[in-house]
Every structure is written in structure tokens, then in C-alpha cells.
């Protein structure tokens, strides 16, 4: 099964409406192209916010359902594709999560996730605005498949892909913002970079499945000030199950594509590696502790 799968690679601007009604165009494109899956970037319809700690932020976040997110419950249904959005989600006064909510082709909610390890460094003060998720690594199921969804800091973590892919996840896909803070040099740059795809691929090979990760692109300036602020890297990339690239997206530039992935390809190729099975999971219980002196 060769699913058609669409990626939005963007630049955001601080106008969330207008960022809303760019991606709403593309998602209206990308069907018409043929997708059946569209994946967009972490936190969407906003600048990301997270470079300063403001209170003032907090009023971003919206409950589910919301008035954004029925925008995007309302494409889905009008074009019969699957969405995967990223939403600021308020669970209540004072208690918010970074979601990444799925949207089924009828425009129902299939499922969400909620970003489970949440980053703490400078021009990233994510640990100030989002509560860690609870909803544990569940696969959502949808009519395209099961989706494994993390989110950005997340795709860090072999144990989060791990756990999805021993709940039957089909593919694995991470909404991302992340790129480079100014001070860094340029072969710090660039190993950053490698090591963030080198990681996500890592994961595809692993647990034989493929991996979708979009991320956004463009400057962000730092409101404080005490930073340069965010070029994000976008360089968004889908990789089949034995880690080969099957897409990769520009560094600098927007970017949308729909891009087959062959879900059922995954079978094989696990017959050939069955890591599955050769797993040792009567010696892998210290993996529950932080550390082990």
C-alpha cells in the first residue's frame, strides 16, 4: 500500500490568521494532487513564541475543538484527506500542552498527542508553557493507516519511537520546529542538522517503519532581544523503513510535496531484520531507571 502523503514546509509570520489561510491553500493543493495524508509543521499557526518566557503567550493556547482547529476539521472534510495539525492546547486555567491533534477525512478528530518531552534551553523555554503529556505512545487510528505522531523534541527519544512501534504504529511522524540559534558556528550548524536527521532515520531503521518529519523554515526573531534569534533549517525529509531518503526538502525555502510511502513494505523488511523478535526484553528492565551507577 503506497500512501500519498503530503508535507507543508513553511514560514510563519506573526499575522496567526494569514498563516492559517497560507497552509488551509496548500492542504487544498496537496489534495488535489493526490494526497491522502497532510502533515504540518509543529505549532503552525504561530511565530514560535517559546524564544522568551511571556505570560502573555498563554493566549495562544485554545481549547479542542476550537475555532482554528475547525478550520482545519472543515478542509479535511471538504478535500477527504487526513490532517495532522499542532495546536497550543489549554486543558484548563493555567494548564496547556503541545498537541498534536489528528483530523480524519470526514473531519472528525481521530486523536492526539501530547508532546511527552518537553526542551528547556535558550530560545527554546518550552518547559514555561507546556505541561508533558499523558496520554502515553499511542498510535491513532485513521482510514490511511495507524499513525505513530510525536512531536520535536520528541524524535530525540529511541524509547518513544520504540514504544510506537511495539503499538502497531504503521509510520512514524514528528511535526518539528527546530533550527539554529545564531551564536553557533557553522560546522555547528551543520552537525546539528546531521544529527537531528541522522537520529530520525535511526528510528525508521530500527523498527522497520518509515518516518515523516516536517518542519518549518525561515527567521524568527528573538522579541527579547537577548538572542539572535531562530533561522529554522527546514530540510523536512520522508525515509522509507531501512532509513533511505525518499524526500528531502530545501533548507531555506517553503516547500510542499506529495511523496508515496510504502506501508507495506515495512513486512519485508522486517523479515529481513527482525529486531522485533530478537529483542532481549527479559534484560531491559534498568531502561526504567534515570541512571545506573
Same mark, same amino acid.
Given at each position: ?29 496537496? &489534495? ?28 495562544? &493556547? &485554545? ?44 473531519? %472528525? ?20 508553557? #507546556? ?5 502515553? #505512545? ?44 545564531? %551564536? ?28 515523516? %518529519? ?17 533561522? #529554522? ?11 533511505? #531518503?525518499?524526500?528531502? &526538502? ?15 513494505? %515495512? ?27
Amino acid at each position: 500500500m503506497k500512501l500519498k502523503t503530503g508535507i507543508i514546509q513553511q514560514h510563519n509570520t506573526a499575522d496567526s490568521v494569514e498563516n492559517r489561510r497560507r497552509i488551509i491553500e496548500k492542504i487544498r493543493k496537496l &489534495a488535489a494532487d493526490g494526497a491522502k495524508l497532510i502533515v504540518n509543521q509543529e505549532l503552525h499557526d504561530t511565530l514560535y513564541f517559546c524564544q522568551t518566557e511571556n505570560v502573555d503567550y498563554c493566549g495562544h &493556547a &485554545a481549547p479542542i475543538p476550537s475555532e482554528a482547529l475547525e478550520a482545519y476539521c472543515a478542509v479535511a472534510r471538504e478535500c477527504g484527506v487526513v490532517i495532522v495539525t499542532s495546536v497550543y492546547e489549554r486543558r484548563a486555567p493555567g494548564l496547556y500542552h503541545n498537541t498534536a491533534v489528528v483530523i480524519e477525512k470526514d473531519g %472528525s478528530i481521530a486523536g492526539k498527542y501530547r508532546k511527552m518531552h518537553i526542551p528547556d534551553d535558550p530560545a527554546y523555554y518550552e518547559k514555561f508553557y #507546556f505541561t508533558p503529556g499523558d496520554l502515553g #505512545f499511542k498510535p491513532i487510528d485513521t482510514s490511511v493507516g495507524r499513525l505513530g505522531v510525536l512531536v520535536c523534541w520528541d524524535q530525540w527519544y529511541p524509547e518513544a519511537a520504540r514504544l510506537m512501534a511495539l503499538a502497531g504504529a504503521q509510520l512514524l511522524i514528528y511535526p518539528t520546529a527546530i533550527g539554529w540559534e545564531s %551564536s553557533d558556528t557553522d560546522d555547528e550548524k551543520s552537525r546539528q542538522r546531521e544529527a537531528w536527521i541522522t537520529v530520525q532515520r535511526g528510528h525508521a531503521i530500527a523498527n522497520g517503519l518509515p518516518v515523516v %518529519s516536517v518542519n518549518r523554515v525561515g527567521y524568527e526573531k528573538d522579541p527579547s532581544e537577548h538572542t539572535g534569534g531562530i533561522q #529554522f533549517w527546514g530540510s523536512s525529509f520522508v525515509c522509507g523503513p531501512q532509513g533511505e #531518503f525518499i524526500f528531502r &526538502a530545501s533548507d531555506s525555502e517553503e516547500e510542499c510535496a506529495v511523496i508515496d510511502v510504502d506501508l507495506a513494505r %515495512s513486512e519485508q523488511v522486517r523479515r529481513w531484520w527482525p529486531f522485533l523478535r530478537d529483542r532481549r526484553i527479559d534484560a531491559y528492565s534498568d531502561l526504567t531507571k534515570r541512571f545506573i551507577d
